[in-house]
């Protein structure tokens, strides 16, 4: 069974700071998805990564995949309260176009 | 910029009452899934539609949810009777289905509370 586990699980901290969320599994996925959801409405892609080693940044925010695709990470920089929301990652096995979501990460900005 | 629909977005039951939850897939997207959320955790698939047949339910609790996408384009899930435990956010996405095209698009879901 294809788990992610995201990490950490719940983030507060106060505008400006920088962050991590790390998204790992022992699974090979052949694609990887970052979603960001806002309360009451749905997820919204923000980015897919899908070369080994592949690093995207989207204005503050840069994405990493990892060399072996089992792992990656989002990097916010300098946070904004609009930052606040729960992030997902999302792998893809390849195969069936199943997503295999991660628990998410909560993350709360305060101005 | 097209966009899943889903209606209604937000439903209160009292358990053991019927509900269904509608989506509309964006134009030309062959394949529909739809998840189930807890609040503050990740979406769980509960079916998955290539066209109108159905890829995967191993998920859907199929003594009291049904599913189904008759035309292949929109879709309905159905919940009867509903339990307390079945408050969530239903939430479907749509995909082309094809290499990067597989990026799955989200509707804003119907948020689903049982009393």
């Known amino acids: 069974t294809q788990l992610l586990e995201q990490s950490p699980q719940f983030l507060s901290i106060q505008e400006g700071e920088n962050l991590t969320v790390y998204c790992n599994s022992s699974?090979?996925?052949?694609?990887l998805q970052w979603y960001r959801q806002e309360p009451g409405e749905g997820p919204v892609l923000l980015v897919t990564?899908?070369?080994?080693?592949e690093v995207k940044k989207l204005k503050r925010l840069t994405f990493q995949f990892g060399d072996a695709r089992k792992d990656s990470s989002l990097h916010i920089t300098a946070a904004q309260p609009g930052d606040t929301g729960l992030y997902l990652c999302?792998?893809?096995?390849?195969?069936?176009?199943?997503?295999?979501f991660g628990q998410g990460t909560t993350l709360q900005v305060k101005p | 910029e097209a966009e899943v629909a889903q209606s209604p977005r937000y439903k209160i039951t009292e358990k053991s009452q019927a509900v269904a939850f509608w989506c509309d897939p964006i134009s030309g997207h062959a394949t529909l899934y739809w998840y189930r959320q807890i609040l503050g955790q990740g979406p769980e698939l509960l079916v998955q539609?290539?066209?109108?047949?159905?890829?995967?339910d191993s998920q859907l609790p199929k003594d009291r949810f049904s599913a189904e996408r008759l035309k292949g384009v929109d879709s309905t899930l159905k919940i009867q009777p509903a339990e307390l435990g079945d408050s969530a956010m239903y939430l479907c996405?749509?995909?082309?289905?094809?290499?990067?095209?597989?990026?799955?698009?989200f509707g804003p879901g119907t948020r689903l509370l049982v009393l």
């Open positions: 990564v899908v070369t080994g080693g």
């Open positions: 996405a749509s995909s082309s289905g094809q290499g990067l095209q597989k990026t799955q698009y």
């Open positions: 999302a792998g893809d096995d390849g195969n069936t176009g199943k997503l295999i």
């Open positions: 539609f290539q066209d109108e047949s159905v890829v995967d």
């Open positions: 699974s090979v996925f052949s694609s």
